[in-house]
């Protein structure tokens, strides 16, 4: 399609995608209307206002239904909180998502619903406030919270309660509450950050499991019951509102506008650079090490912040689909346990086993049919090291992995990977193969030259007797030869006298 014809054909779309209302209020019976593109564009995303208060200085508050390409060929829709551009609050996902060509409807039914519908009248999200008497939809401007009203101005329901992946100034949560945010828009993984009584922790969850990462305890074991989001940070308060911890950054220069949890894992507080036009951190919970995924499922996170693969530790970690195991032995038959040394992980499992060996541990992952790692610390008390003993925790995934950094009293980390047996030192072993072939080669070729050189060497001395040989044969012929000689010469009679005696007859 060319671009003349893709402009004109996404025309429409644009049109219904400006700015619908510059009013605070959505009152009961109101209904709003986005269509969707006829075609599944990848990577479209768009935001139709709703709600907004017009002439405030950017970046202003606003609410608007946000629609985003899905996966095949399917679209999103949800209604979002935006400040800037940036989003701050957004329902829950919808149930099912839209085919292209179709319509995502907000609407405030007469029974005081508020609901995100489809063509066919479906609902797809809702607040959960039917028969509870609200009239109108009202959108804050100075805090950015979204509140149901009835009435007489009484909050029904309001965004604030049910935070996404940020916390605003002016936000106020009783404990227990969480917050959490997706590692992809589709990935069954995802980080938490969840507030109890005790401590505020991040998590990282994966399948069935959660792995702690990051944890906030106030001091003197205080019990916390509220949070409250205000221009200098987050601050945890006990049940007489009195602050027991608190979480702001070094330098006050600038006014918090928002707490986030970022798709890296990362607790930040974030403030407007009004030079660059643009919000940035002032404070991170988490240097990069810290993250549970900064180097991925494979790789490890060095002192200097750099990332190296498994395979530069010739290691080869077994893929999740072949953990398959005999659960009742503590040998597999088609695995083996392999320790990466100087590593540890950032990640915290649930339930430790403590007071036990290192084979104890290793074992016990290797006949797990979900473990994929395990971390084995050696205890310490009275500042020495139980060699014997110690803390094993096991991981189904091997993520968070860092190179350790300790001082002389730190604990011994032991970190082993399950891999598929043949795996364990393959490159070793292709270098030792490699080794004895070149090793024969050299051995064959300095052989060769040995029998050369054996067999020339017997030459020589062949020769040389039988040089030796032939010269004392010549030698006695040549004696002989001599002797006869003057044998011949005594017997044979004077030639001279003969004829001297002819001639004097």
Excluded at 31 to 44: D, K, Q, T, W
Excluded at 381 to 399: F, I, K, M, Q
Aim: charged share 20%; with cysteine; hydrophobic share 40%.
């Amino acid at each position: 399609m060319s671009p003349e014809r893709t402009w004109f054909a996404l025309l429409p779309v644009v049109l219904l995608l400006q700015t619908a209302a510059s009013s605070l209020d959505f009152h009961l019976g109101a209904r709003f209307a986005v269509h969707l593109p006829a075609s599944y564009y990848p990577g479209f995303a768009e935001r139709t206002t709703v709600l907004e208060a017009a002439g405030e200085r950017q970046p202003r508050f606003a609410a608007a239904v946000s629609l985003e390409a899905g996966t095949q060929g399917y679209y999103l829709c949800s209604l979002v909180v935006v400040l800037g551009d940036v989003t701050v609050w957004s329902s829950d996902r919808p149930v099912q998502e839209l085919a292209a060509g179709g319509l995502c409807q907000l609407e405030l039914a007469e029974n005081g619903q508020l609901r995100l519908t489809d063509g066919a009248g479906v609902a797809r999200w809702w607040s959960g406030t039917a028969g509870l008497g609200a009239k109108a939809l009202h959108l804050d401007s100075r805090t950015g919270n979204l509140l149901l009203l009835d009435d007489k101005n009484n909050t029904v329901w309001q965004s604030f309660d049910k935070p996404t992946d940020k916390l605003l100034p002016g936000q106020w949560l009783r404990l227990p509450s969480y917050f959490a945010t997706t590692l992809t828009k589709m990935s069954p993984a995802f980080y938490s950050v969840e507030l109890d009584g005790d401590k505020i922790a991040a998590y990282l969850y994966f399948g069935l499991l959660r792995y702690s990462y990051w944890e906030l305890i106030p001091s003197r074991n205080q019990t916390m019951a509220f949070a409250g989001m205000s221009k200098s940070g987050l601050t945890m308060f006990d049940r007489r509102r009195r602050p027991v911890a608190r979480m702001s950054p070094a330098l006050k220069k600038e006014p918090v506008r928002f707490l986030a949890l970022g798709d890296d894992g990362n607790l930040g507080l974030y403030v407007f650079d009004r030079r660059n036009n643009k919000f940035r951190a002032s404070y991170n919970a988490l240097a990069f090490c810290e993250l549970p995924l900064a180097c991925g499922v494979h790789g490890v996170c060095s002192a200097s912040g750099r990332c190296t693969d498994f395979a530069a530790r010739r290691l080869e970690p077994a893929p999740i689909g072949t953990l398959v195991c005999n659960a009742t032995s503590t040998r597999s038959v088609v695995h083996d346990m392999m320790e990466m040394r100087g590593v540890t992980t950032v990640l915290k499992a649930a339930s430790p086993l403590a007071n036990v060996t290192v084979k104890k541990c290793v074992d016990l992952c290797l006949s797990s049919c979900s473990c994929a790692a395990a971390l084995y610390v050696e205890e310490v008390n009275d500042g020495s090291v139980t060699a014997d003993r110690g803390v094993c925790s096991h991981y189904e995934l091997t993520a968070g992995v860092r190179e350790v950094i300790s001082g002389s009293n730190s604990p011994r980390y032991s970190y082993w990977v399950k891999v598929l047996k043949g795996k364990i030192c393959q490159e070793d072993e292709e270098d030792y193969s490699a080794t004895n072939s070149l090793l024969a080669k050299i051995l064959i070729i300095f052989g060769t030259v040995d029998v050369m050189g054996l067999i020339l060497f017997a030459g020589l001395c062949v020769y040389y007797f039988f040089c030796l040989r032939r010269r004392a044969v010549d030698k006695h012929v040549a004696g002989e030869g001599e002797a006869a000689g003057h044998d011949r010469g005594s017997m044979e009679p004077d030639g001279t006298a003969n004829v001297g005696a002819v001639q004097a007859s």
